[in-house]
């Protein structure tokens, strides 16, 4: 896999999943854009490994579930690296509760940051990919988005919903050499899974 001069922009990218992926692209030449709410202290780690092995890497601070601002971080990443090639989105998070102890907002940002973002971020970053004829969009979905536990109902749902709209884009844009996929990942030593007891994984 040569990903030399291309960019990639990860949501979620400064941590866990995202961050194994942008170092691993990065092995593999791509200049990396990692988009995060915080630029924390594991966030400078990330980017100061990439810069590491001779990439560039761009910090970007937004909230993908805000509409505007996951298309700005298409922009921000435009101006910072160049047009995207590759889009990851990685960011999301644990939304604990069963239906009758989930709160309506809880489950309204669900969707925002796991699912609208998508929308969000595609809309913005596939009029480039057409006009280059090439572009990668990888969606982290999850076990839990395929499987039923007794727990966690929008976390499962958002999830479950990724695989379908990976079926909806990759037609839609296949004759644009749009490649779109999914990956759902199981349990993964990373500090998300961390307080899961033995018993649930």
Not at 17 to 38: F, H, K, P, S, Y
Not at 54 to 60: E, K, S
Not at 107 to 122: E, G, K, P
Not at 135 to 158: D, E
């Amino acid at each position: 896999m040569d990903l030399t001069q291309k960019v990639c922009l990860i949501t979620g990218g400064t941590r866990g999943i995202g961050a194994a992926l942008a170092i691993t692209l990065a092995e593999n030449g791509a200049d990396l854009a990692l988009v995060a709410r915080n630029i924390d202290d594991e966030a400078k780690r990330t980017q100061a490994r990439i810069e590491k092995l001779g990439r560039r890497c761009a910090l970007i601070v937004a909230d993908v579930g805000i509409p505007e601002q996951a298309a700005c971080c298409v922009a921000d990443t435009e101006r910072a690296l160049g047009p995207v090639t590759v889009l990851v989105h990685s960011a999301g998070g644990a939304v604990n509760g069963g239906l009758l102890q989930l709160t309506p907002a809880a489950w309204t940002a669900a969707f925002a940051v796991h699912v609208d973002a998508i929308f969000h971020l595609s809309r913005a970053v596939i009029p480039n990919m057409k006009k280059q004829k090439e572009g990668v969009i990888i969606l982290i979905s999850s076990a839990a988005g395929l499987r039923g536990i007794k727990t966690n109902i929008a976390y499962q749902t958002v999830k479950g919903a990724l695989p379908q709209m990976t079926r909806a884009l990759a037609y839609e844009f296949a004759d644009d050499n749009i490649r779109v996929n999914c990956v759902a990942p199981g349990v993964i030593r990373t500090a998300f899974h961390s307080a899961m007891t033995p018993q649930a994984k």
